[in-house]
């Protein structure tokens, strides 16, 4: 429904605001593209480290958050997860319809979201996911809730998430981040740094109010 | 050089030994010292409390009197801040384009005391003496709006005998804030306390500043608490030598 | 447009509260303490980008451009919106966007909502308005929690609990979550908070929600926060409401590299918050199944209208500025009796409100300008200080003594023979007020001054008349 469906008169609400906007900046000009493009963007765009300092940036980052960090290799993926799970004690896991079936070991219950109650999500010890890319200057994961994903409330009712990321999926900056989500820019997107805090109680920082309170990350580096 | 000096209303009325001291320093430099009688105000209390049309007169009179000036010095740095930031602005509200460029020929001759010496003059040492221990407090007006940076503690570093203590908490404000003071005492009186807590946690003799309206008010609060700390303005620091000892 | 700035408009002036607030011990200690932590924070993870200030550069830009074409993009947000499952709504003041958000929850037979924080929902005084018509809002935000339970009011934009200590917050929740037996750690009360809230979480089919930022040309909207509680509310329940000021707009998805940056830093002195959510419109399989967005002006084509004090809506909401406002430290938010607190509800405040209240919040600061060294988006927020000052006396609304004053003052400092007369007359008036060298108490609005300071009296000789004598002797 587009227009605002009140009216006011003869115009409607949406046009006496767009109103009021204009009359309120009579600068107003047609050139809006050219200065947009015009805009001084003199940030760092782009990072310097290579892949093997982007992975030591971002490891060191995720270790700060108190996330525990496991490195392994394609062929290893399957075995690590099966070991994780185990140190952990949990039985299994919920994952998103479509996760990769070669990533999930023996004696292990995977069950897939085709429509799970969030009761049912709530009663499971964690979740599996991969990642859209992460950015190692801030230690963030970035989701876009696809295929390997899932949806939104499958990484965010369970209390622990398991997250695999390919070290090439890792960036620098904030910047090279955004821009690679381009192509995803309309799907629903969640960055994860850390598991969630609040400092709302005398400034003391409490780590795991809502959402997992346990975060690990397997680095595959291809 | 010829300085004309701006000694600011207040300096003029109830502290003219910075005045004074000014005059010593830069005589003592060899630069030949003027004071134009018909200078009366900058108009930083009207501006900052709404009164842009008397302060727009103010700054009229202002430039009457120095418009031909070689090189204004003036050792109050929110008065500076209030020539080079908002002269521009008022010029440009009176919708006057000669005022305008008289204005923007005018600012760029006016120095605050401590640039005056480091930036303009390229002295630090000044054969000055004041065996006490002091500590400074950048002057809002002096630290931000005009960034002066280290300049004065340069200055004070080359002052035989002069032990200099870092001021805790140094940049925050003292609660002065012109009329803010008398609009806001209490806010202002808390201020107060925090500044003067950190000035006696110096253990400092003698609190100094680029500013006598900071001064007035910290010196003010120390007083009535009997805290035995002076309050003295930079140029008086500079002024003192083994010959003409400030006590 | 009848504006409501929460309840601005009657609130006491500045002065007056604060000087009621600074009584108050437990408050300025928790005020210094969380506004210390958070500065050193940022001040660090600030210190550590290189290009910091080219990145408050180009927020700077891309705010004013927006501001500058607003019309085009509140538009071009809209129909991308739409264009993606959501429904757009626009609320010329206050009581529209009640009206409205509470038109959407009847429609759904919502007895219940869910809300992430957002003042702007607490500036239209929403929670009353749902209340009125039988809707019962929970606030998610811990923070916003310890307020809704403590029957209390918000006192800083980003930590707006920070004035409560621990042994309150467990007496609340004690008695508000109905559990006797709650410990006093931190951990314990964050825990009673996942436990309540949780329930609601998967339960509450309804949720509101602000945004951070509101992106034109996708018609995404973006929520930024720690705790995890926008996420559920905006990823489990049936039907998402998004209160947006117009003034959160931003050109384009790539601008988020700016401001994602910026941000968290400013806010909480972190590289990244724990959480952002982006999203558009509806996402097949996915949360929400009905999402609507209400776009409020309510005073902002106000401020929008000046452009010497326009910059004030480039605000993204960090609370930086407080957390460096001497005067903010002093008092906490309350005393500016509005939702917008410390140097930027100094401006914003009246400005929202056509400077018809909240007169006496541009005087409320001694304008130190450490506000506008850690503003984000670089809003100048002195100068718009002395702007709106200028404003408040060429309304008419300065007190009369005060204008006579100032006018009284204008004409002794027109001319040197004005003010040397004035110099003689101090001279002589301040005779009853000297004891031993010394004014301890001045009478009228000066008492305030000699309350706590002692004054030097006007010395017998000014500079003026020094120099004079000097050049009479050298002759």
């Known amino acids: ?222 | 050089m010829l300085i004309s000096l701006f000694i600011t209303c207040y300096n003029d009325t109830l502290f003219p030994e910075t005045g004074k001291a000014v005059v010593a320093v830069l005589e003592r430099l060899g630069h030949t010292v003027e004071f134009r009688q018909a200078q009366t105000c900058c108009g930083q209390m009207h501006y900052n409390t709404g009164y842009q049309a008397e302060a727009a007169a103010l700054m009229r009179h202002f430039l009457d009197v120095f418009r031909d000036a070689e090189i204004i010095c003036s050792p109050s740095s929110s008065c500076v801040a209030m020539i080079r930031d908002q002269y521009p602005r008022i010029a440009a509200h009176s919708g006057d384009p000669d005022l305008q460029r008289a204005i923007e020929d005018l600012i760029p001759r006016v120095y605050e005391f401590s640039e005056l010496l480091v930036d303009k003059l390229g002295v630090t040492e000044l054969g000055a003496f004041f065996p006490h221990s002091v500590t400074y407090h950048p002057a809002c007006h002096g630290l931000r709006a005009l960034q002066l940076g280290d300049k004065p503690i340069r200055l004070l570093r080359e002052v035989e005998g002069l032990e200099l203590i870092e001021l805790p908490e140094a940049t925050e404000c003292c609660g002065f804030g012109g009329t803010f003071s008398i609009k806001n005492p209490d806010v202002s009186a808390g201020m107060l306390t925090e500044k003067i807590r950190c000035v006696l946690e110096s253990r400092a003799e003698v609190c100094t500043a680029n500013d006598n309206s900071c001064l007035m008010h910290i010196g003010g609060g120390l007083s009535r608490q009997r805290a035995g700390v002076r309050c003295l303005h930079l140029a008086e620091i500079l002024a003192s030598t083994e010959a003409e000892k400030l006590a | 447009m009848s504006v409501r700035v929460g309840e601005a408009a009657g609130a006491p002036k500045f002065p007056k509260a604060a000087k009621e607030l600074i009584k108050n011990a437990q408050l300025r200690r928790n005020v210094r303490h969380a506004t210390d932590v958070i500065r050193n924070k940022r001040a660090r993870v600030v210190a550590e980008m290189p290009d910091w200030e080219e990145l408050r550069e180009s927020a700077r830009q891309i705010k004013a451009h927006t501001l500058r074409h607003l019309d085009f993009y509140l538009q071009e947000f809209e129909q991308a919106c739409v264009r993606a499952g959501g429904q757009v709504h626009w609320a010329k003041d206050a009581d529209q966007a009640n009206e409205i958000i509470v038109g959407l929850l009847h429609a759904h037979e919502a007895r219940e909502v869910i809300k992430v924080k957002t003042m702007t929902s607490d500036e239209i005084g929403l929670n009353a308005a749902l209340e009125l018509a039988g809707i019962t809002p929970h606030e998610t935000d811990l923070a916003d929690l310890i307020i809704q339970l403590g029957e209390d009011k918000p006192s800083h934009i980003v930590v707006p609990a920070l004035h409560r200590n621990k042994s309150e917050i467990r007496q609340i929740f004690r008695k508000k979550m109905n559990l006797p037996d709650l410990g006093d750690r931190p951990e314990d009360l964050t825990n009673a908070a996942r436990q309540y809230l949780r329930e609601k979480f998967l339960r509450v089919k309804a949720a509101i929600t602000g945004a951070n930022f509101a992106i034109a040309e996708t018609g995404s909207v973006c929520v930024v926060e720690s705790e995890g509680n926008g996420r559920m509310c905006i990823s489990l329940p049936d039907v998402l409401i998004a209160l947006v000021g117009i003034e959160k707009i931003i050109p384009r998805f790539q601008d988020l590299e700016v401001f994602l940056q910026l941000l968290p830093r400013s806010a909480t002195g972190e590289r990244m918050n724990p959480y952002n959510s982006i999203w558009t419109g509806i996402a097949e399989g996915d949360g929400p199944r009905e999402f609507h967005v209400v776009l409020l002006d309510n005073g902002r084509t106000n401020v929008l209208a000046d452009p010497e004090s326009r910059e004030t809506l480039a605000c993204i909401r960090c609370g930086a500025c407080l957390n460096v406002c001497p005067v903010y430290r002093q008092t906490g938010g309350h005393a500016y009796g509005s939702v917008y607190a410390g140097p930027i509800g100094a401006i914003l405040t009246p400005q929202l409100q056509s400077m018809r209240h909240s007169q006496s919040l541009p005087y409320a600061s001694s304008l130190c300008g450490a506000c506008y060294e850690v503003c984000p988006v670089k809003i100048n927020i002195p100068e718009i200080l002395l702007h709106l000052r200028g404003k408040v006396v060429e309304r008419g609304d300065a007190p009369i003594l005060e204008r006579l004053e100032m006018k009284a003052a204008a004409f002794a400092l027109s001319d040197e023979g004005h003010l040397e007369l004035a110099q003689k007359a101090g001279r002589i008036g301040q005779i009853p007020f000297q004891r031993d060298g010394v004014i301890r108490s001045l009478p009228g609005i000066l008492s305030g001054w000699s309350a706590v300071r002692d004054l030097k009296p006007i010395p017998a000789q000014s500079f003026r008349e020094w120099w004079a004598a000097r050049k009479q002797t050298e002759r």
């Not at chain 1, 971002?58 to 700060?64: E, I």
């Open chain 1, 1 to 222: 429904m587009v227009g605002g469906a009140k009216t006011d008169g003869t115009m409607t609400i949406k046009h006496q605001i767009l109103e009021r906007i204009r009359r309120a900046v009579p600068d107003y000009s047609s050139m809006r593209e050219s200065q947009y493009e015009a805009i001084t963007r003199n940030y760092r765009q782009s990072g310097d480290l290579d892949e093997s300092g982007r992975i030591e940036l971002f490891t060191d980052r995720l270790r700060d958050y108190g996330a525990k960090v496991y490195r392994c290799a394609p062929w290893e993926l399957r075995s690590v997860i099966g070991e994780i799970l185990s140190e952990r004690r949990k039985r299994g896991l919920v994952i998103a319809r479509d996760l990769p079936e070669d990533w999930l070991p023996e004696g292990f219950e995977f069950v897939r979201d085709k429509g799970l109650t969030y009761g049912e999500i709530d009663a499971s010890e964690g979740v599996l996911t991969g990642c859209a890319l992460a950015i190692a200057m801030t230690g963030t994961i970035v989701l876009y809730h696809s295929g390997g994903e899932g949806r939104r409330a499958l990484t965010l009712i369970p209390d622990y998430h398991l997250c695999v990321v390919y070290t090439s999926q890792i960036v620098e900056t904030v910047p090279e981040g955004i821009r690679a989500l381009a192509p995803y820019s309309v799907a629903p997107l969640t960055t994860i740094s850390g598991p969630s805090a609040t400092a709302d109680i005398e400034m003391t920082r409490i780590q795991g109010v809502h959402g997992p309170r346990t975060l690990d990350i397997i680095l595959v580096k291809a």
